[in-house]
């Protein structure tokens, strides 16, 4: 098995059914297997998994513990600016809080952030330098620059 693989991301979240609510009305469908605890989100490869942050902070070991959020980022890909700008907005309209429009940037690209209602920080983006496969799957592209990682 390959070690450079994520198949399941947990946010943490203060009130599930909030979570629950926000994803829902941003457009994802959750998975069968859901339970009243913990609320499971089929991605590309992948799953993203709601769960109570106090409950995710005990099977962690650290009962107690106050986690944070903010010091990572998700990012969606899209295939172009219009997408871009229709992910964001239906974040926005499903109750997200706009950290940064939709722009240009310095590397080629156009993105906007923003953070979900428990302040999970999403990048929504398009990447010429990373072209999607049909399922929207993202590979990086073989470079020939000599670096060896």
């Known amino acids: 098995m390959p070690r450079q693989r994520v198949t399941l991301i947990t946010p943490g979240v203060t009130d599930l059914d909030r979570a629950r609510a926000f994803y829902r009305d941003w457009g994802w469908q ?3 297997s859901s339970t009243p605890e ?9 799953i993203l998994a709601l769960f109570g942050r106090d409950a995710l902070a ?5 009962a107690g513990a106050e986690l944070g959020t903010g010091a990572m980022t998700l990012a969606q890909n899209c295939p172009d ?6 992910v964001f907005d ?14 240009e940037v310095f590397w080629g690209g156009y993105s906007g952030y923003f953070a979900d209602p428990d302040g ?3 990048e929504i983006a398009s990447n ?5 496969d049909a399922t929207g799957g993202a590979t990086l592209p073989e470079q020939s620059d000599g670096m060896d990682g």
């Not at 913990?38 to 992948?46: E, K, P, R, T």
């Not at 600016?81 to 229709?86: E, L, R, T």
């Not at 239906?90 to 722009?103: D, H, I, N, V, Y």
């Open 58 to 62: 005990g099977d962690q070991g650290r």
């Open 90 to 103: 239906a974040a926005l309209t499903a109750g997200a809080a706009s950290l940064k429009r939709p722009e």
């Open 81 to 86: 600016k219009a997408q871009v700008d229709a």
């Open 120 to 122: 999970h920080v999403w």
């Open 30 to 32: 959750p998975h069968g």
């Open 38 to 46: 913990i609320s499971f989100y089929q991605m590309n490869g992948a």
């Open 128 to 132: 010429p330098f990373l072209p999607l």
